[in-house]
Every structure is written in C-alpha cells, then in structure tokens.
C-alpha cells in the first residue's frame, strides 16, 4: 500500500509543488493538504494519513504545537511527523522534536532526498539525517537555560545505554549490529526496548533525551 501522505503548509505554492513530487512517486500518495497547524490536525485525523509533513510557522495553530498533540492523540498513534523549516538553525527544530516530529529537512532539500526522508520516518525506521540533527540538538542544548530532562537513561543497562549512544551518534540498526557485534535483529531488540523504558516514539526521541542527559556530548564521535 502506497505511504498516505498530508502536507501543511500555509504556501499555496509549496504545497502544490510539494504534492506534485510525492504525487510522482510509485508508493506514495497525498490524501489531503492543510494551510494551518489546525487543519493539519484535523485531516491527520479524517484522511487517515501515515505521515504529515509539517511546516513550522504556521497561522492558527503552528507546526510545533500541531506535532505535539498529533504525537499525544492516541487515536494517530501511528501517524509520523516530518518536520520542514527553511532554515537549519531554526531553534524550533528541538521544540518539534520534543514534541513528536520524527525528523526534520530544509525547504531547500533536493526531491529524491525529501522522498527518500518521507520513506525513512513513515517506515519508524530510523532517524532522519542523523548527523546534522544530531549536531543541531547538541548546539541547542549547550545552552545553561537548555532544560534538562524528567528521566534519563540511569534505569538502563549497560549494553542498553551503549544502544542509545550509538543512536544518538546516528548509527541505524545495522551499522549499531556490526559495532556492537550482534545480529541486526538483537539491535533492532535493544533499540526498541530502550525507547519503552524511555517512554519515547521513535529514534529521534532517543537522540533528544541522549543529548539532554549528557549520555553524548557535543563534539563526541
């Protein structure tokens, strides 16, 4: 079954050129467009979307706060947010990733990227663009005001917290499997397991509360 996709933004244009490219792809399809953060809400809901990608600034409700009660609603539990800003300092990539949002991509993304980032985060697979995420988060997180977060990682094993650092460093369940020395499956396991002892999502939930506990610091490789 093609990937049912729901696109806010409040840019007539963006959203035209934005379905026009999903639209050109074999296994997937858009099921509705929103202008507002509300409306996204809303159609996720009545078009039973897999994946809204999402824009940030937005009139009525904006994309922060869409993200966050989509990802509460226990009703789209399985609905992803992939979240589009137009530029990658904006300091509300880490609010949407608080949020929900399972990932993130610059407007200016080429089209087989922004495809291939929609197959990623509706797959729940693993993080998008690990790497420059992960480096933003550490960025914004430097910060002294940067909240710290309600539980971190002490409940975990050893193994487990290993698990989470290699996430966090933007390692998929492979490339955890081969440095580790366990089967893909045995990672696909732990990852797994430490997002239900966490209580997050996905991947990039682990990358926040990874960077947040000072499990992995900026400039660690």
Known sequence: MPIRVLLADDQTLVRA??????????????????????????????ARAD??????????????????????DEDLAGVRVLVLTTYDTDEHIVEALRAGA?????????????LDAIRTVAAGDSLLSPGPTARLIARLLRS??????????????????????????????TEIADSLGLSPLTAKTHVSRVMGKLGVRDRAQLVIVAYESGLVTPGAT
Do not use: H
């Open 144 to 173: 002294p005001s940067a909240p710290r977060p309600d539980a971190g990682p002490d409940g975990l094993t050893a193994r487990e917290r290993e698990v989470l650092t290699l996430v966090a460093r933007g390692l998929n369940n």
């Open 102 to 114: 399972s990932g993130f991509l610059v407007k200016d993304t080429r089209p087989a990227e922004l």
């Open 51 to 72: 994946l809204v990608v999402m824009d940030i600034r937005m009139p009525d409700l904006d994309g922060i706060e869409a993200t966050r009660l989509i990802a509460a």
């Open 17 to 46: 050129a934005f379905a026009m490219l999903v639209e050109s792809a074999p296994d997937m399809e858009v099921v509705a467009q929103a202008a507002t953060g509300r409306e996204a809400l809303e159609l996720a809901r009545s």
